[in-house]
């Protein structure tokens, strides 16, 4: 059986669909069967990210009610033929949204998958709840911003009262540069507030906002920042210990000559 896993945050605007999509597709990229499943109820997200949007016949909805298979819902990605989406809901009525039978579609995906990730919605919304019921494993996405880590220690406090272990955090967005001037939480600051594993961090960058926008991952340009750390992150979740990559400061002549 494959690994379950929710990708959610405290607040919104942290990034977090970005972190699954291009956790997902480094995941792919090692050779792994990647299922994602955006679990924004009523808007849609990761197949805009994707580029799929054109592509969208059916949603996770249309699964639930038994308008298609399981199968006929999955869209392959462009650039990874490991990896799948199955879009959200395009409309739904929240309180008729089954986590029973969510629960199943995913329990029947892990038996596909090494892989699936659950792109939860910010906050504490049906979406969220739906996707707890249906794992044990949960990453917190959050920036070093005092708003973001307040939002992520209340969620991670709501998920100790549930009753799940298995909790990790990752920081996006991350600037050394920021911390050095004060307008951002140092990051040991951060580990000791919110007191779960540290899974690693994603420097800022845009390359990541970008490539969001026109539908690619920022992972498929290799030997950058970026890719870097999605490597680290993606052997971590995988059990194995790597040091996180360093940001190296360019060079007036690199700047100058580029």
Same mark, same amino acid.
């Given at each position: 059986m494959g690994e379950v896993i929710v990708i959610t945050s405290g607040k919104g605007g942290?990034?977090?669909s970005s972190i699954v999509l291009n956790l997902g597709e480094m995941l792919g990229n090692m050779d792994k069967k990647v299922c994602l499943i955006d679990m924004d109820l009523g808007l849609k997200n990761l197949d805009y990210m994707m580029g799929l949007e054109n592509r969208v016949l059916y949603d996770l909805k249309d699964v639930m009610e038994g308008h298609c298979s399981l199968r006929k819902a999955m869209l392959q990605d462009k650039y990874c033929r490991n990896v799948y989406l199955i879009p959200a809901c395009k409309s739904v009525q929240i309180h008729d949204f089954s986590k029973e039978q969510l629960k199943l579609i995913v329990e029947? #995906? /892990? %038996?596909?998958? +090494?892989?699936?990730?659950l792109d939860a919605p910010a906050g504490i919304e049906k979406g969220f709840a739906c996707s707890m019921y249906c794992v044990d494993q949960v990453i917190v996405v959050t920036t070093l911003d005092v708003t973001a880590l307040q939002d992520a220690d209340r969620i991670i406090g709501i998920l100790m009262q549930e009753g799940k272990e298995e909790i990790s955090f990752l920081v996006n967005r991350y600037s050394p540069k920021a911390i050095e001037k004060? @307008?951002? @939480?140092? #990051?040991? +600051? /951060?580990?000791?507030? #919110?007191?779960? !594993?540290? #899974?690693?961090?994603?420097? !800022?960058? *845009? *390359?990541? $906002? $970008?490539? %969001?926008? =026109?539908?690619?991952?920022?992972? =498929?340009? $290799?030997n950058q920042p970026v890719y870097e750390c999605f490597m680290a992150i993606a052997k971590r979740l995988q059990g194995e210990y790597v040091n996180l990559p360093k940001l190296h400061k360019e060079s007036f002549l690199s700047k100058l000559f580029g």
């Open positions: 942290v990034g977090k029947e #995906l /892990a %038996g596909q998958f +090494d892989y699936v990730f004060k @307008i951002a @939480i140092p #990051l040991e +600051d /951060a580990k000791r507030w #919110l007191a779960v !594993e540290f #899974l690693g961090y994603v420097f !800022e960058d *845009e *390359e990541m $906002r $970008r490539a %969001g926008n =026109i539908g690619k991952p920022a992972v =498929i340009k $290799r």
